[in-house]
C-alpha cells in the first residue's frame, strides 16, 4: 500500500532553515501530484505549496520566497526547503499525494516544525 513518510522536521531560530523529505512508496510517484501541508492544532489544514506531475508549483502566500517545493522523480522523494523560518511557521507539517483520475488522496503521518526564540 502507499506510503508516505515525512522527516526532517525540528527546533530552530527564526531566520533558520529546515528541509524536509517526504519518502513515498507503494506508488508511481510520477504520476501523482504532490503537496506540503500544515497544521496547528485547533487550526485548519493549509496549503504550504505544491507541485503537479508536470513540475508546475503553487506556494501558500504566507511562504512565498522563502519555501520551495521540489520533487526527485528517480528517488520517489518530496522536499520542502524552508528559509526565513519565522514562528508562525510552527506546525505539523504533511505530506500530500494525490490523483485527480480516480480521487486518490493519501497523506503522510506529519513532522513537527518548532520555530522559537
Known amino acids: 500500500q502507499v506510503q508516505l513518510v515525512e522527516s526532517g522536521g525540528g527546533l530552530t531560530q527564526p531566520g533558520g532553515s529546515l528541509r524536509l523529505s517526504c519518502a513515498a512508496s507503494?506508488?508511481?510517484?510520477?504520476?501523482?501530484?504532490m503537496g506540503w501541508y500544515r497544521q496547528v492544532p485547533g487550526q485548519e489544514r493549509e496549503l504550504v505549496a505544491s507541485?503537479?506531475?508536470?513540475?508546475?508549483?503553487n506556494y501558500g502566500d504566507s511562504v512565498k520566497g522563502r519555501f520551495t517545493i521540489s520533487r526527485d522523480n528517480t528517488k520517489n522523494t518530496l522536499y520542502l526547503q524552508m528559509n526565513s523560518l519565522k514562528p508562525e511557521d510552527t506546525a505539523v507539517y504533511f505530506c500530500?499525494?494525490?490523483?485527480?483520475?480516480?480521487?486518490?488522496?493519501?497523506w503522510g503521518q506529519g513532522t513537527q516544525v518548532t520555530v522559537s526564540s
Open positions: 507503494g506508488i508511481i510517484f510520477s504520476d501523482v501530484n
Open positions: 500530500n499525494a494525490r490523483r485527480q483520475r480516480d480521487s486518490f488522496n493519501s
Open positions: 507541485i503537479s506531475r508536470y513540475g508546475s508549483r
